[in-house]
């Protein structure tokens, strides 16, 4: 049996030394973006995604180890571990499998089985299954038995099928054949539950619904679990049968037990124990097995969905340090304005009334004018919500007034805003401040540095999934935390200025160390070196090794500080320096000096050349930020509604949300459009990834606007006609439409301030539940388009 180490490594394709490097590093507490980054010669250069998938197979392997040596114990205990069951439990390579094999020996409550084996009725059951010429009812006389509860004939007969049931439902070999026959086969079926049809319209395309198991993707998986969970749908897993023909499962039963049907006396009364065993034994065994094995391959790729989207959102280019003007959109309760600093320190908030019913335009256009005078304002920031296309306006006619302030306005997504506002991260930063200025500060911070202060929301609050509301909460969040603290230590942190929830994100800090490290800043003030570090209070060796190398000091004692360089590898630097004859100062940035090193002439035992070149490519660009150069989209002037959108318009916007169907896009009209899988390009898109990530700028065209359901069709295949409707068909806004955009901390189609009144999303077309699947006819792009967006995001609310 190979070791978890030269599994993993099979796995992942890689050498077991690799493996079990890491292993070993993980084991001593070391985090994945530490051993990916400063241990590259030890792990041979595992990357952190290598890196994220060998700790999560080293937790399942290590839990299966752990459930093989329960199983082999309890068995040995019994008295009932042969040979081959040791032999058989050993190489089972699944948790599914192991249980399979345990099943027969596992303590369960006293079954029909065991009483009718009390009974002795075993060898009655014994006789007719070697023997079928006898006559079951002749032989069951014979174990009538009033004392052992053995009434008359049909009691002993029913007690040997228990018996016959458990012992074929009990067959590790044959339910792991039905077990993957079912999974190659079978296909899901929903009903509706018909006295819940007042309130299930929303589920109306899954009332009659039938998709194969191995086929169904996780978006529709989850809308039928949803459905199911409400009371508004059954959901059932089986195999196609044949017209006049015997269930599949049951051929395989009885080919498997060597049960068949000559005309014999006891054949149709074994006929009947092949059918009751997969009635009621190994089918919905089988079945549960199955629908959550689709539950837990829905859920991983709704997390895989969700977690790129993050990962691209927190690494959005940053506005930079800039004074901005955070505009936090509302119509009869006002625009609330708050102004941060160049460090995101908050330094003025003020509320205006440019909207109705107070309609003080040039007021507001006044107190914006003093704020950016005042504080020498570069950027305004306005949050995509509510109002946000007429506050857009507000800031252009300041810009337009006052040229002199030279600012620029830019409209930035607020997902999640009201989160942090009533949280308690957001009270302890701004304990006197109203809740409903703290989101303005948010959406200046976003600006100019989304990473530091998204890490303050709970990522699943970003809105940015697809049906993370219905996914294992653990298992989404560890997800998401390892796609935040991947992206924070990939860009680094700036020791000086860093939150402590942005600090909670670094290698090897917790809560409790960041909260120290901001305490010990503002007692003693900014940090001169990394080496200070040490002074914080529960921050020891171990802390620093695993922090010091993410954390960032401008303008610091050591110039290195600045860097990705950690301060274990200086050393190695300071040989460089030594055998070139240079000064730190005249190296760093130089280019083309740097690049005619040879990294193997500055190695020893310790640092690789791995790491010398990472370190020749870090003094090149100190403290290079991976992120792309910051760009916005530009909305067109004069559409700033769904009834301004035409047919044919060629429009910029921003990628908000990648699904797997398509990429919904913000143009500007409180409505996201979606750009369907089939529009992202003119060749085959198999993953809209890699196409779109969030937060790209991306040119659209207008296909459709179906105005009274707020939908909106969009493609990315500029130089395609716009569709024309069929003769006698209705025009596409009659027929077709998109969702709109997922907001705050909801999934999409739900506002982060309102109730879950989450809709299913309907299946593609054709979805009856056949007693035979048959081919469906492709659906026509843009109705699939909308049938698989149906309902992701409600009216745009914050």
Not at 95 to 115: F, G, M, N, S, V
Not at 392 to 401: F, I, Q, Y
Not at 606 to 612: A, E, N, S
Not at 711 to 726: E, F, V
Request: net charge neutral; with cysteine; charged share 30%.
């Amino acid at each position: 049996m190979l070791s978890i180490s030269q599994r993993i490594a099979d796995e992942l394709s890689v050498r077991e030394a690799q493996v079990a490097a890491a292993v070993g590093l993980l084991d001593e507490g070391s985090t994945v973006p530490f051993i990916a980054r400063y241990r590259k010669e030890a792990t041979g250069g595992l990357d952190d995604t290598q890196l994220r998938t060998l700790e999560e197979r080293l937790g399942y392997l290590r839990e299966l180890e752990d459930r093989r040596a329960t199983i082999l114990s309890t068995i040995q205990e019994q008295g009932k571990l042969t040979p081959e069951l040791d032999r058989q439990i050993r190489q089972a390579d699944t948790k599914t499998r192991l249980e399979d094999l345990y099943l027969p020996y596992k303590q369960k409550r006293r079954t029909k089985a065991q009483i009718a084996r009390e009974a002795g009725l075993e060898p009655l059951a014994d006789a007719l299954l070697a023997d079928p010429t006898r006559t079951p009812e002749a032989e069951a006389a014979a174990f009538v038995n009033a004392e052992r509860q053995v009434a008359d004939v049909k009691a002993a007969l029913d007690g040997a099928r228990h018996i016959l049931v458990e012992r074929f439902g009990e067959d590790a070999e044959l339910v792991g054949r039905l077990r993957t026959a079912m999974a190659e086969k079978g296909v899901v079926t929903s009903k509706l539950v018909e006295e819940k049809k007042a309130e299930a319209a929303k589920f109306a395309d899954y009332f009659d619904f039938s998709e194969q198991w191995a086929k169904m993707p996780s978006h529709r998986a989850l809308a039928l679990f949803r459905g199911r969970a409400q009371g508004v749908l059954t959901i059932g897993l089986d195999l196609v049968v044949e017209d006049g023909q015997p269930h599949p499962a049951e051929r395989s039963i009885a080919a498997h037990t060597g049960i068949r049907d000559q005309g014999r006396p006891a054949d149709k009364w074994l006929s009947d124990v092949v059918r009751w065993t997969w009635k009621l034994k190994i089918g919905p065994h089988v079945e549960t097995d199955l629908m959550g094995a689709l539950r837990e391959r829905a859920e991983d790729e709704a997390i895989r969905v969700f977690a790129r989207n993050l990962h691209d959102l927190l690494l959005a280019a940053p506005a930079g340090p800039r004074v901005t003007i955070g505009l936090d959109p509302g119509i009869r309760t006002g625009v609330k304005v708050a102004v941060v600093d160049s460090t995101g320190k908050l330094v003025d908030t003020v509320t205006i009334y440019p909207h109705a019913p107070r309609n003080d335009w040039d007021g507001s256009i006044a107190v914006l004018a003093a704020l950016a005078h005042r504080h020498k304002a570069e950027l305004i920031a306005i949050g995509n919500g509510t109002a946000s296309r007429e506050t857009d306006k507000l800031a252009a006619d300041l810009m337009k007034r006052h040229p002199e302030l030279t600012l620029s306005k830019l409209v930035v997504s607020e997902a999640g805003a009201s989160v942090y506002s009533a949280s308690e991260t957001a009270a302890l930063e701004f304990p006197g401040l109203d809740v409903s200025l703290r989101g303005a500060v948010s959406i200046a911070r976003r600006l100019q540095d989304p990473l530091a202060e998204l890490v303050k929301i709970e990522p699943k609050s970003i809105g940015v999934g697809q049906y993370q509301h219905d996914v294992a909460g653990g298992k989404l969040a560890r997800s998401l935390d390892a796609v935040v603290e991947d992206c924070v230590n990939a860009v680094g942190v700036d020791l000086n200025t860093a939150s402590v929830p942005l600090l909670t994100r670094v290698s090897g800090l917790n809560e409790t160390i960041a909260r120290n490290i901001v305490e010990h800043r503002d007692r003693n003030g900014a940090f001169r070196s990394r080496r200070q570090l040490l002074d914080v209070a529960r921050l020891g060796p171990k802390t620093f090794e695993q922090a010091a190398g993410f954390l960032r000091i401008r303008a610091g004692d050591n110039p290195l500080d600045g860097s990705a360089v950690h301060p274990e590898a200086y050393p190695v630097v300071e040989r460089i320096l030594k055998t070139t004859g240079k000064d730190l100062g005249s190296v760093i940035g130089d280019a083309r000096f740097l690049r005619g090193l040879n990294a193997e002439e500055f190695t020893d035992a310790r640092f690789g050349v791995p790491t010398v070149e990472d370190i020749i490519k870090e003094l090149e660009k100190p403290g290079r930020d991976p992120r792309p150069e910051f760009k916005t989209a530009t909305f067109q002037e004069g559409v700033e509604e769904l009834k301004d959108l035409k047919v044919g318009m060629i429009l910029e916007g921003v990628a908000t949300n990648i699904t797997a169907f398509g990429a919904f896009v913000d143009i500007g009209v409180h409505q996201d459009g979606l750009v369907h899988i089939s529009q992202l390009s003119t060749t085959f898109v198999k993953d809209p990834h890699s196409v779109v990530k969030a937060g790209d700028v991306v040119k659209v065209k207008v296909l459709e606007v179906d105005i009274p359901r707020k939908r909106i069709a969009l493609t990315m295949r500029l130089s395609d006609a716009p569709p024309r409707p069929a003769p006698g068909e209705r025009s596409g806004t009659e027929r077709t439409g998109t969702g709109n955009r997922p907001q705050g901390n909801r999934p999409p189609g739900q506002s982060d301030r309102q109730p879950d009144r989450r809709p299913a999303p309907p299946p593609p077309a054709a979805a009856k539940a056949p007693a035979k699947p048959a081919a469906k006819p492709a659906p026509e792009p843009l109705n699939n388009a909308f049938a698989e967006a149906f309902a992701r995001a409600q009216t745009k609310k914050r």
